[in-house]
């Protein structure tokens, strides 16, 4: 038995695979990783598939260095737009015309460290305006929050917390240097005690090694996440990874297939980058994938609802409602 069949086997029978196990499948045939990923995916999440949507809430002017984004104040980037908390009759519209279309989860992301004390207020007015006139569950990723904070979200009608990880523990210093890995793990941590589920995941190609992306997932896992966006580095002109080469889709798979085996019953999401892909992702819908965030992304454009919703039907997935 390879160890792709042996790893498979053991996921079936509830234990989880090892770091080493992990590590292993990096030099697998493909084809056989991704097959099998799939069928993990199929066996113990059905063909039930995740589609949510993002809203940039506050752009621009971050006083954070990670060498990934646009919108830092530390570099020079075509993303010149900048503009403060927005309004509730605009997230609300956005929140309405989302659920039209039949997504299921609105998420509000916004720049920064983290929102104030008044900013997290005034989002918590709009937040309950929507979930008084949708059915949309809510996501925010409002940067480092406290539990005092979370639980003031979690009152208004939030039910998720985002809080990217981006790579692993021994990786994450030389993406930022304005907060610690650390940060990131607290804030997840402090979401969970308020009883907020969170969603967490990283961005890939900026440098990093297979065993960082697998290090990454662990720590994931050991957290109990279960929605784990998967970015694919978008070099963006002025930021220091502007030279970085696009990982070529079967890398991208391989990495979609591990976190597949890693995180068995997750909701492995593709997310921003995933436009730079030849086919928009469908190799990854088959290579364990099962989420997906639509529609445009912060500050690049994105795919549309309606062409995600008719590739992956075509795929043989139904939408969670």
């Known amino acids: 038995m390879n160890i792709i069949e042996e790893c498979r086997q053991k996921i079936y029978s509830g234990k989880n695979i090892t770091r080493e196990e992990a590590i292993s499948l990096v030099k697998e045939p493909l084809e056989a990783l991704t097959t099998v990923a799939n069928e993990i995916r199929k066996h113990i999440c ?27 104040i530390h570099y020079h980037t075509d993303c010149q737009e900048s503009y403060p908390l927005l309004q509730t009759s605009i997230l609300l519209a956005g929140a309405k015309h989302n659920a039209q279309q039949g997504v299921r989860r609105y998420s509000i992301v916004t720049s920064g460290k983290r929102l104030s004390d008044q900013e997290i207020s005034q989002v918590c007015e709009s937040i309950s305006e929507i979930r008084r006139q949708t059915d949309l569950e809510i996501c925010v990723s409002f940067g480092l929050l406290n539990e005092k904070q979370f639980m003031k979200l979690k009152q208004a009608g939030v039910s998720r917390v985002h809080c990217n990880l981006e790579s692993s523990k021994r990786y ?20 969970k005690n308020a009883g907020l589920s969170v969603c967490s995941g990283g961005i890939m190609g900026m ?106 039907e075509e795929l043989g997935y139904y939408f969670i409602k």
């Open 46 to 72: 059905k063909n039930r598939f995740d589609l949510c949507t993002i809203v940039n809430g506050k752009c621009g002017k971050c006083s954070e260095d990670c060498k990934y984004c646009a919108q830092s």
């Open 172 to 191: 994450f210093p030389k993406i930022c240097t304005t907060h610690t890995y650390e940060d990131k793990l607290t804030t997840l941590r402090a979401a």
């Open 207 to 312: 440098g990093e090694t297979m065993e960082d992306r697998i290090d990454m997932a662990l720590d994931l896992r050991e957290l109990g996440v279960t929605s784990i966006p998967v970015n694919l580095l978008n070099p963006i002109k002025g930021t220091p990874y502007e030279e970085n080469h696009v990982l070529k889709n079967d890398e991208f798979c391989r990495i979609i297939a591990i976190f597949r085996f890693i995180i068995p019953d997750g909701d492995i999401r593709l997310a921003g980058g995933r436009g730079l892909l030849n086919d928009k992702g469908r190799r990854c819908f088959q290579s364990g994938a099962n989420a997906a965030i639509s529609g445009d992304m912060l500050t690049t454009a994105g795919i549309t609802v309606s062409s995600d919703q008719k590739m992956l």
